[in-house]
């Protein structure tokens, strides 16, 4: 009996994180969304998350099926009435969609200003004056990427375009389970010996999903406990993971 290999991930924020990711990513006015190109973008995530078999909360299901009814209802032709002066404005199909994510920004903003204000809070210290008896010099402090985890499933879903891994090489695969501790050591040995950083398409040399899987959740959990981080020059370019210096 072949059993499920599922995995839940808590770095998953919700569709309005994804939908507002892909407008930024994409460039575009929030006030006009163009709902066949974010449509098509977002069940390009949804499926690289089904290939994975991640557990995909409900509500990113309901985002999809609104989306596309969003779509459906802005391809019907429309009919042409005479408007009078005192006849009721139409609603856009996307205004109410529009408004959630402008709340929904807002209140991300607001978030992401406060945690730079705990940030800069957590780096004042007060002591009483003492007499240094030699020079400490420090090491710069070592910024954390810009990353987020759509891009890395974004990276992931081009790499499977790439190597054309979205269907098996073998009728018989020979089920072999993968520590993920293990895992996060052979990845975290092969960045530290790429002073340069590694691509993050090397990390995956095995086109079984087994090992696609562990190896994506390995790279996260060794990104959270802050032992590598991961680049990206531009938008669009490749991703590159680096050791954190010690």
Not at 22 to 33: C, G, H, T, W
Not at 76 to 98: A, G, N, S, T, W
Request: with cysteine; charged share 30%; hydrophobic share 40%.
């Amino acid at each position: 009996m072949n059993q499920a290999y599922q995995v839940k991930i808590d770095a998953f924020e919700g569709p309005l994180d994804l939908l507002l990711h892909l407008i930024n990513q994409y460039e575009i006015d929030i006030y006009d969304i163009p709902v066949a190109q974010i449509t098509k973008q977002y069940m390009d995530y949804i499926h690289t998350m089904q290939y994975l078999e991640l557990n995909i909360a409900s509500e990113y299901l309901v985002m999809a099926s609104t989306l596309v009814a969003i779509k459906s209802q802005m391809l019907l032709p429309k009919q042409e009435m005479e408007v009078e002066d005192d006849e009721e404005y139409i609603d856009d199909p996307r205004e109410e969609l529009m408004q959630r994510l402008i709340e929904y920004r807002k209140f991300k903003e607001a978030a992401e200003s406060f945690k730079d204000k705990e940030m800069e809070a957590n780096q004042l210290f007060t002591r009483p004056p003492v007499i240094f008896k030699e020079l400490i010099l420090e090491k710069a402090p070592i910024t954390k990427g810009d990353i987020s985890i759509y891009d890395m499933l974004g990276a992931l879903g081009k790499m499977f375009e790439r190597k054309k891994w979205n269907k098996p090489h073998d009728t018989t695969v020979q089920r072999e389970d993968i520590p993920i501790e293990k895992r996060m050591q052979n990845i975290l040995h092969k960045v530290r010996k790429s002073k340069n950083g590694i691509a993050f398409d090397q990390l995956f040399p095995y086109p079984t999903r087994t090992h696609i899987v562990v190896t994506f959740i390995a790279i996260l959990e060794l990104m959270k406990s802050k032992e590598i981080y991961c680049k990206q020059v531009k938008h669009f370019d490749a991703l590159y993971i680096y050791c954190m210096e010690e």
